[in-house]
T-cell receptor
Framework: GIQVEQSPPDLILQEGANSTLRCNFS?????LQWFHQNPWGQLINLFY???GTKQNGRLSATTVATERYSLLYISSSQTTDSGVYFC??????????FGKGTKLTVNP | NAGVTQTPKFRILKIGQSMTLQCTQD?????MYWYRQDPGMGLKLIYY???????DKGEVPNGYNVSRSTTEDFPLRLELAAPSQTSVYFC?????????????FGPGTRLTVL
């Protein structure tokens, strides 16, 4: 099955800094989603992005499907950005395979 | 729209007990899913359904059962609970139309088996 690797596993930033999170996957996909899991455990949809580039406020994402990776950019980070960011991919079936996540801590 | 709702939010079970986790969506989505999340890990698929009356196994189905009698509801049944089933359970739904299949998640149920 598809393998998903996220990097880095942990990231600590000062408020206002920018960051890039990476998701590599092992096979072609027709579904790729980025989620933010907040400290209360809630999963929040950030992007549905099997290919191309999208932006939503301070967040943007790019997926290069031919090279099997996706990037999530966070600019001007805020303490409320803290939590775990998951990449999940689906490759021709209905199943999403999740990476282990990147734990982001933004300090004031 | 309430989206995807799950009950209960928390539950403690004794070994060998049974329970049903409820999941309801009001978005008229045809696909529904159950995932579990163990500490420090990503989510793993337990079961999914592509429509009423149709269910299929995911990656970790052992110890669980599901049914899908309506479009809105997708309950997950735990029989003979074991400590290995201590986890957070998430229900999700999506509308599968052509190539679009974004999944939306409920708030989760935190289950402890002692």
């Amino acid at each position: 099955g598809i393998q998903v690797e996220q990097s880095p596993p942990d990231l600590i930033l000062q408020e206002g800094a920018n960051s890039t999170l990476r998701c590599n996957f092992s096979d072609s996909v027709n579904n790729l989603q980025w989620f933010h899991q907040n400290p209360w455990g809630q999963l929040i949809n950030l992007f549905y992005i099997p290919s191309g580039t999208k932006q939503n406020g301070r967040l943007s994402a790019t997926t290069v499907a031919t090279e099997r990776y996706s990037l999530l950019y966070i600019s001007s980070s805020q303490t409320t950005d803290s939590g775990v960011y998951f990449c999940a991919v689906g490759g021709g079936s209905e199943k999403l395979v999740f990476g282990k996540g990147t734990k982001l801590t933004v300090n004031p | 729209n309430a989206g995807v709702t799950q009950t209960p939010k928390f539950r403690i079970l004794k070994i060998g007990q049974s329970m049903t986790l409820q999941c309801t969506q009001d978005m008229n989505h045809n696909y529904m899913y159950w995932y579990r999340q163990d500490p420090g890990m990503g989510l793993k698929l337990i079961y999914y359904s592509v429509g009423a009356g149709i269910t299929d196994k995911g990656e970790v189905p052992n110890g669980y059962n599901v049914s899908r009698s309506t479009t809105e509801d997708f309950p997950l049944r735990l029989e003979l609970a074991a400590p290995s089933q201590t986890s957070v359970y998430f229900c999700a739904s999506s509308y599968r139309g052509s190539s679009y299949n974004e999944q939306f998640f409920g708030p989760g149920t935190r289950l402890t088996v002692l």
